[in-house]
């Protein structure tokens, strides 16, 4: 299993503008449709994850949008597979990025990172389980085209290592629409025989942005299907973007990302700012919510979604009394703005 934190930590920031452009999380329900005549990756071969340097030296990995895609001043074009469930949305012929990694220094151009699933996936015929695809399409009219790309009932390779069957296998698409700039990850049918394969999963949008001393910003979910908390997070508060989602969303579940406009970057940074310490906090012990002003009340929760404490925040204390160890999910209330962090009760 890879760490989806390797991956953003890997980001080169881009020298945008004072104002930048950030995404709003919200949560839909649609039915899936699977897609039809779109054109298959890997047609003829059993396939696993590519590595960068596929992405790099092999065009049948890079796709056109087939329209441009406005972010922070910059036209997107294309998109390219990295590993797991991981998709950039680049700028074919635009200003590159700088990857680092261990033993190794290359160019490509990404830009937005969407990852549905940090997953380790793999073609089900590696254990001859079934047949697993990646296919993509752009369709619609001028103006309002949408691209989509789908990972149709692929397996999950920590099942093939366990046990070399591929029983377990998920469906999902991510869409990109031309015109309003919107990102959605469709989740579909999907057979999963054992919650220990989709463990430690990371669905998250990273985008890279100087957020004063950061590289990049992002929206991360956390907890599970029908328990997912979205907090927006960057360079300076990376351990949020972790593998903290549990689970696989649903049959119909859309995650959609909406472009803001004209945030400010002080604005947004000040939100992603906000952090809780002692964390983790002992027992019977207060927390102090540090860089937050306009605090005012708070919800806990477990990992079920269960409300274990609520009140006011007192001069930026939070008192918890005597909660049970385990990890929570803090959400804080403001004057203009909310945001939620995953507590650890030691």
């Known amino acids: 299993m890879r760490k ?5 930590m890997m980001l080169t920031a881009f020298a945008y503008g004072a104002v930048a452009q950030f995404f709003d999380y919200s949560k839909l329900n649609q039915t899936y449709t699977p897609l039809s005549g779109a054109t298959e990756i890997y047609k003829d071969s059993v396939w696993e994850d590519p590595d960068f340097f596929d992405i790099l030296s092999n065009p049948a990995l890079h796709m056109p949008l087939g329209f441009e895609f406005q972010h922070n ?3 997107l074009d294309s998109i390219a597979i990295y590993f797991d469930g991981i998709v950039f949305l680049t700028d074919s012929v635009g200003e590159a990025i700088t990857y680092e990694g261990d033993g190794f220094s290359v160019t490509a151009n990404p830009n937005i990172v969407m990852v549905p699933t940090s997953l380790d996936i793999v073609d089900r015929q590696i254990s001859n389980s079934g047949f697993s ?3 993509y399409m752009t369709e619609g009219n001028a103006g309002s085209r949408i691209f989509k790309i789908e990972y149709d009932q692929v397996g999950l390779h920590r099942e093939y290592d366990s ?3 591929n029983t377990s296998f998920m469906s999902f698409q991510i869409w990109i629409h031309e015109g309003t700039n919107i990102i959605e990850y469709h989740y579909g049918p999907q057979n999963i025989s054992d919650d220990f394969f989709v463990k430690e999963n990371t669905v998250a949008l990273a985008v890279a942005v100087p957020l004063i001393d950061s590289l990049l910003t992002g929206i991360t979910l956390s907890g599970g299907p029908g328990n997912e908390m979205a907090d927006y997070v960057n360079n300076t508060n990376l351990e949020v973007i972790s593998n903290d989602y549990s689970g696989v969303a649903g049959d119909g579940v859309v995650y959609r990302f909406a472009p803001q406009q004209n945030v400010s970057v002080k604005e947004k940074s ?8 002692p964390n983790p906090v002992q027992r019977g012990k207060d927390v102090m919510l540090m860089t937050s002003p306009d605090a005012e009340t708070y919800v806990l929760l477990d990992i079920l979604g269960k409300v274990r404490a609520q009140g006011k925040v007192v001069e930026g204390k939070i008192s918890l009394g005597e909660l049970p160890r385990g990890q929570y999910i803090m959400m804080i209330q403001g004057e203009q703005s909310s ?3 995953k507590l650890i009760v030691h």
């Open 339 to 341: 945001i939620s962090r």
């Open 73 to 75: 001043g910059f036209t």
């Open 270 to 277: 000040a939100k992603s700012n906000w952090s809780l310490y």
């Open 4 to 8: 989806f934190t390797t991956t953003l």
């Open 133 to 135: 695809k990646i296919s």
């Open 163 to 165: 046990l070399k069957t």
